[in-house]
């Protein structure tokens, strides 16, 4: 079992910032944030590929967010960056764990124009 908690979310104006942070209940390689707005599909954000430590961006947030990790606190971060309205979303992270997906419960992102 894996356990996931997303903190950090909020409101934050245009062109704002934000750190998330998604606590583990172990120390997990292969982990990444997706992220649901109201009415659409959950979409990959940013992924991990376990082994190479590759990241994989979607085109929307290239240059604007950015993935990493702090392995002794067994945590992932966020930096979200030049926060635009159409980032307003729940922001979720998971971690596969013996070819399960874990999802923490998610943090709401809400960007004013």
């Known amino acids: 079992q894996v356990q996931l908690v997303e903190s950090g979310g909020g409101l934050v104006q245009a062109g704002g910032s934000l750190r998330l942070s998604c606590a583990a209940s172990?120390?997990?390689?292969?982990m990444g944030w997706y992220r649901q707005a109201p009415g659409k599909q959950r979409e990959m954000v940013v992924t991990?590929?376990?082994?190479?430590?590759?990241?994989n961006y979607a085109d929307s947030v290239k240059g604007r967010l950015t993935i990493s990790g702090d392995n002794a606190q067994n945590t992932l971060y966020l930096q979200m960056n030049s926060l635009k309205p159409e980032d307003t979303a729940v922001y979720y992270c998971?971690?596969?764990?013996?070819?399960?997906?874990?999802w923490g419960q998610g943090t709401q992102v809400t960007v004013s124009s």
């Open positions: 998971y971690a596969d764990w013996l070819n399960r997906r874990y």
């Open positions: 172990r120390s997990i390689f292969g």
């Open positions: 991990i590929t376990p082994g190479s430590g590759r990241t």
